[in-house]
């Protein structure tokens, strides 16, 4: 019988790094974009949410698709944040394991731009890059993106909701003698129509997964009925009940995020606030303490929290809803990662309770009221 890699076009080469990833069986995203990817490898729009193995459903493809011995960047990714676009070059590193050596580099804000200037002497196959950086990189003539065949723009919903339109605009012109654009985005607003008119063919393929594929199954939906001035009891209560369980706490506002993680601090709970204010070394000091479980809980706004990956994280607290129903999916598929379970406990203002029913609708999935009685 093939390997189920194997039978979407993945050479076996790669398929021996996936499987020492623990990466056995495709995702829906994964099966539907591999193959034509592989096969024809034109343009592409892809609806995926974060969670559902997109990385490796444009990134095997886009790493059998390029000539090692040539020194030149042939695959750009674009992606919205900077833990993102490190998260995805580590992926791009992991798969190739036991291929031919694919270099790829990952260039963001926050990081020393002299040495990335150093890094792109060498040769260098993929970029992956924050949209700000790479402009200032191609500014200070530190790369040509001449020879990029193939480009991918990441969570472009995302990029354009963070203001990077008139960056993307950019970076389509530095790529004129690219083969296809290959784009991800989890919703389609008027601004990515406008987007996908100015840069990919009419006719361009086209992927949506149904609703039912998009949302991760293994994520338990659950609410509670709470007030704003006792949430933060009910979230000291529910954390000092979670034994070694390890979970994100997200907050529509920094200013909400600082105070709750000030709030929590002060009653003893291992606790870390992750927010656009810091500067992007305090940002990673986090994350390091959070992945290496010296700290237990992280409290994160919306923007910084894209692109976290951290294995095993049992739950997903949302203080308050979103303010866009999309941010629900990618809060919530922090959890559940890599075949576990997890819950997605969201506190619902009791003005605010018609808008679980919505959220089902939408996302066609169900919410169970979560008692903590029961939890006792």
Not at 169 to 174: G, H, Q, R, S, V
Request: aromatic content about 6%; glycine content about 6%; some cysteine.
């Amino acid at each position: 019988m093939l390997h189920p890699f194997k039978d979407l076009g993945v050479p076996e080469d790669m398929i021996r790094g996936l499987e020492e990833l623990g990466i056995i069986t495709p995702t829906q995203i994964q099966k539907r974009v591999i193959p034509f990817l592989l096969k024809d490898g034109s343009d592409l729009i892809a609806q995926a949410q974060t969670g559902t193995g997109k990385t490796a459903a444009f990134g095997l493809p886009l790493l059998t698709k390029m000539d090692s011995k040539r020194r030149d960047i042939q695959g750009l990714v674009i992606t919205p944040t900077r833990e993102l676009a490190k998260q995805i070059g580590k992926q791009l590193f992991r798969f190739t394991k036991y291929t031919e050596k694919i270099f790829v580099e990952v260039l963001c804000g926050g990081d020393n731009i002299d040495r990335q200037v150093d890094s792109l002497r060498r040769p260098t196959q993929i970029v992956v890059a924050t949209p700000g950086r790479l402009i200032d990189l191609t500014q200070r003539q530190a790369l040509s993106l001449d020879s990029v065949q193939y480009l991918v723009l990441d969570e472009a919903d995302e990029m354009l909701s963070l203001g990077f339109k008139k960056q993307l605009t950019e970076i389509l012109k530095l790529t004129p003698n690219k083969r296809s654009t290959w784009l991800f985005s989890a919703t389609f607003p008027e601004a990515i129509q406008t987007l996908i008119k100015g840069c990919m063919a009419e006719n361009a393929h086209s992927i949506q997964i149904d609703q039912g594929h998009v949302v991760n199954r293994d994520i338990d939906h659950r609410f509670a009925i709470c007030k704003r001035e006792d949430k933060t009891e009910f979230i000291t209560d529910f954390l000092k009940r979670q034994k070694d369980a390890r979970g994100l706490i997200f907050c529509r506002t920094r200013a909400g995020a600082v105070t709750l993680g000030n709030e929590l601090s002060a009653l003893g709970l291992s606790v870390d606030v992750l927010q656009g204010d810091l500067m992007q070394k305090e940002r990673d000091k986090v994350m390091r303490a959070f992945k290496k479980e010296r700290v237990q809980f992280v409290i994160a706004t919306d923007v910084v929290a894209r692109g976290i990956d951290v294995a095993g994280l049992s739950f997903v607290i949302h203080h308050q809803l979103p303010d866009q129903l999309e941010y629900y999916t990618h809060r919530s598929g922090r959890t559940a990662r890599a075949g576990k379970k997890g819950m997605s406990l969201a506190l619902v203002d009791p003005k605010e309770k018609w808008r679980i029913p919505e959220l089902e609708k939408t996302l066609r999935v169900s919410f169970r009221e979560y008692h903590s009685e029961a939890s006792r």
